[in-house]
């Protein structure tokens, strides 16, 4: 995995190569950045039929698609579709369509939305990716936030 960053403060622009699929997200804490508290808003963008595994955030999350397809649960949702997710709530796997998907994701926390708790089958593990440098740090997770 390898991947490239930038800020200007209040809009962190983050993307991320795994193998040879992009991924990219362009993040806006609406408040102080530095406040985990704070909500935030991040626009993500998936290429053709890029997925993302079952997982849960540790805050409350409201998804928008803006472009593309996506294939969520049995539901393939388009431009216009909602997907809410209440604290812990799982959801997926997300496969993006064969144009790609475009989201807007809102978490009421920042630090929400730099958590994911991922679902495998060794089971649930904590993945901090607030930074480039956190997505080496993969732990089981404990249920503690």
């Known amino acids: 995995m390898s991947g490239t960053g930038a800020s200007d403060g209040s809009v962190v622009l983050i993307a991320v ?3 040879d699929e992009w ?8 408040g102080d950045p530095s406040d985990e508290e704070a909500p935030t808003a991040l626009i993500f963008t998936m290429p053709p ?3 993302i595994p079952r ?3 540790l805050c409350e999350r409201f ?8 294939l969520v649960d ?3 949702l388009g431009p216009g579709d909602v997907m809410m997710a209440r604290p ?4 997926g796997p997300h496969k993006a369509g064969p144009d790609g998907c475009r989201t807007l ?3 009421s926390k920042l630090a929400g939305a730099h958590h994911q708790i991922l679902e495998t089958p060794e089971g649930r593990l904590s993945v901090e990716f607030g930074s480039l440098a956190a997505l080496q740090d993969v732990k089981p997770w404990t249920g503690d936030a």
């Open 74 to 76: 049995d539901m393939v």
């Open 55 to 57: 997982h849960a955030h």
């Open 88 to 91: 812990g709530e799982a959801y």
């Open 105 to 107: 994701e809102i978490f």
């Open 23 to 30: 991924r990219s997200m362009a993040e806006h804490v609406m």
């Open 63 to 70: 998804e928008i698609i803006l472009e593309g397809s996506l």
């Open 17 to 19: 190569q795994n193998d």
């Open 49 to 51: 039929h890029s997925e």
